[in-house]
């Protein structure tokens, strides 16, 4: 063990629970946090050096009683991954108010309560914020409103941390994936979708929730400790090549 413990959010599948499992292998705790908390306690019962806290990232109580957990347990914090995210896709004006709240309160609001309920220690640890945008954040597509402004909001809220908390040795990084084989892609994008994306995309071809989590890792760790501010794009090169897909439009 190397004595470091990380928070991940929405670790309960995909590219946080691949985050957690990357951060068990350098030998860091991590405390797993989800909603889900059928999903969190199936994830986390063959790991050791993990604690599972059922919390939804976007009440701020919840996330004080977080926090504490995490704290009282583990003593410390080095790094902490805002991933917690949630998709909803649709037409402008189908995205009434509620829609359009959800998505922020999680994606936004929920980012901004945990890194500002987590500051006090990770000034002590000379810590690391990564958070999770999405390649929707730097490119506009259509049926994104929500998601895709949400996520830009991160991007710039990753920004003003690393500004703020640069002088206190605090790091902040951001990772924009671009599409990635979840099972929530997978249940979304019809053939056509993945065909259109197999050609705009350089590299032909989807990332995986083991590359995303390399990069998160990577920005959370001592070897990144001069970057800071920072967003890196892990998309297969998906940005080099233009504006939006007309297959995404339906």
């Known amino acids: 063990m ?8 929405g670790a309960a ?22 909603r889900d908390a059928d999903t969190l306690r199936e994830a986390a019962a063959d790991l050791d050096d993990v604690l599972p806290v059922i919390c939804d990232v976007s009440f701020p109580d919840q996330v004080d009683d977080m926090a504490r957990q995490v ?35 999680t994606n936004l609001d929920g980012v901004f309560l945990c890194s500002q309920r987590l500051i006090p220690a990770l000034k002590e640890a000379r810590g690391a914020i990564v958070n999770i945008a999405s390649i929707s954040g730097l490119r ?10 949400s996520k830009a909001a991160v991007i710039h809220l990753t920004q003003q941390q690393a500004a703020e ?3 206190f040795g605090v790091r902040a990084n951001c990772v924009a994936p671009g599409p990635v ?41 001592d070897k990144a400790s001069y970057v800071t501010g920072q967003l890196l794009s892990v998309d297969g090169g998906f940005q080099s090549t233009g504006i939006g897909l007309p297959a995404l439009r339906s």
């Open 2 to 9: 190397t004595g470091k413990t990380a928070i991940v959010t």
């Open 13 to 34: 599948r995909g590219i946080g629970l691949a985050t957690t499992k990357l951060f068990l292998e350098e030998g860091r705790r991590v405390a797993m946090i989800d």
């Open 71 to 105: 704290e009282n347990t583990f003593g410390r914090i080095d790094a902490l991954v805002n991933n917690a995210g949630v998709a909803d896709f649709g037409p402008i004006e189908q995205t009434d108010f509620e829609r359009w709240r959800t998505v922020m309160a």
């Open 140 to 149: 506009a597509s259509t049926l994104r409103i929500a998601y895709g402004t």
């Open 165 to 167: 908390l640069g002088e």
């Open 181 to 221: 084989n979840t099972k929530l892609a997978l249940a979304v994008h019809t053939p056509e979708i993945r065909s259109a994306y197999h050609d705009a995309i350089p590299l032909n071809r989807y990332g995986s929730e083991q590359e995303i989590a390399e990069a998160v890792v990577f920005l959370a760790s």
